[in-house]
């Protein structure tokens, strides 16, 4: 019903692959902190939340009412091999050309031991070989099933923004492989966009401009009537008290500009619904509260350079910042979504970036 509505027609070619793409974060979460452990080799047991009690509580994690995988199993598979080197990045998400430190564990229920070589690989996202370095290690075996091998390992990126990946192959005397592992790095270009200067901001904080300046280099002036025609207006933090303080603004709207909101976004919803205001474009249904749930990124030319189709991840997790207590969807009609937004306990989808005509 909700991929079918306007809004959300065309996000998902079908619920399934929406189910599967949002427990994909749960089993991802699991297998990485169990890797945690088992590489730190104090720990005798993890136990994992494994499904739901019915419906209305369903914060299952690797299994649904019916004891289904809520995802690719693969994911959480590589993490309960006996045998296997663990890489461990220091960042995975970085801007394009960056370096990363690496460490790498062996995670050995297998009672490997004695001395081996560990080789390190950088790939880009077509699989050509951009970095090889290889370490003489002592693996101590036994009781040890968890062991730092090599750490402080530092990895240089191409500027080329994508996936990167880093593969770890421990290998014997005579060249064969024992046990071997990866993961990969986001990197995003930053800084190739060109950002029109003819622009405003509303905003009390600061911030956007702050930001504007680090890394485009530019500062916007504070929108007012007087401003002359500018192409778009951020709307950050501010003290607008009413609808009728936006009327300003949507002329320019009206007139061809583009108004970018990031913050009251309710508000500025309730203000341009269709019950209230002469400018309406939308209809605006209240808050969509995210007590438990995650975000899902659709198919959109904003999210260019970051991944779209799937349920949030790491990548996007390294750049949203928030206190639980506040987070926040709305619950729109009459909009095209770029971000919809799932909860525990809900029958509908909400809107956390919407491009509104």
Request: net charge negative; hydrophobic share 35%.
């Amino acid at each position: 019903y909700f991929l079918d509505r306007s809004g959300f027609r065309g996000f998902f070619s079908d619920v399934d692959a929406l189910t599967t793409s949002i427990g994909n974060v749960s089993l991802y979460y699991h297998g990485r902190v169990m890797e945690n452990i088992r590489m730190g080799n104090v720990t005798d047991c993890y136990t994992i939340n494994g499904w739901a009690s019915n419906q209305y509580t369903n914060h299952c994690d690797i299994a649904d009412l019916y004891r289904n995988p809520v995802g690719d199993t693969g994911i959480l598979e590589q993490y309960c091999k006996p045998l296997y080197v663990a890489v461990k990045l220091r960042d995975k998400v970085v801007p394009a050309g960056s370096s990363v430190i690496a460490d790498f564990y062996i995670i050995n229920e297998a009672g490997l031991k004695g001395q081996h070589n560990l080789t390190v690989i950088l790939e880009d996202e077509i699989g050509v070989k951009l970095f090889e370095k290889t370490f003489q290690t002592e693996i101590e075996g036994g009781e040890e099933y968890g062991q730092l091998l090599a750490d402080n390992v530092g990895i240089q990126l191409s500027k080329s923004p994508g996936y990167y990946t880093v593969r770890a192959v421990l290998t014997g005397s005579k060249g064969t492989t024992k046990a071997a592992g990866q993961d990969k790095i986001f990197t995003v270009d930053l800084y190739d966009a060109e950002i029109p200067v003819n622009g405003a901001v509303i905003d009390t904080s600061g911030v956007i401009n702050r930001m504007l300046s680090k890394t485009w280099d530019i500062v916007l002036p504070q929108y007012s009537e007087k401003t002359h025609d500018p192409d778009y207006v951020i709307i950050g933090p501010n003290s607008l008290r009413n609808a009728n303080s936006l009327t300003p603004i949507l002329e320019c709207v009206v007139n061809g500009s583009t108004a970018i909101v990031i913050a009251r976004t309710d508000w500025f919803a309730e203000s341009i619904s269709s019950s209230n205001s002469s400018y309406y474009a939308v209809d605006y249904r209240g808050k969509y509260t995210m007590s438990r749930g995650n975000f899902v990124a659709g198919r959109h030319e904003i999210l260019d350079g970051l991944p779209q189709a799937q349920a949030f991840n790491w990548e996007y997790q390294d750049f949203n910042f928030h206190q639980r207590q506040d987070l926040y969807a709305l619950r729109l009609n009459v909009a095209h979504t770029v971000v919809a937004a799932v909860s525990d306990h809900k029958k509908e989808i909400g809107t956390a970036v919407a491009v509104i005509p």
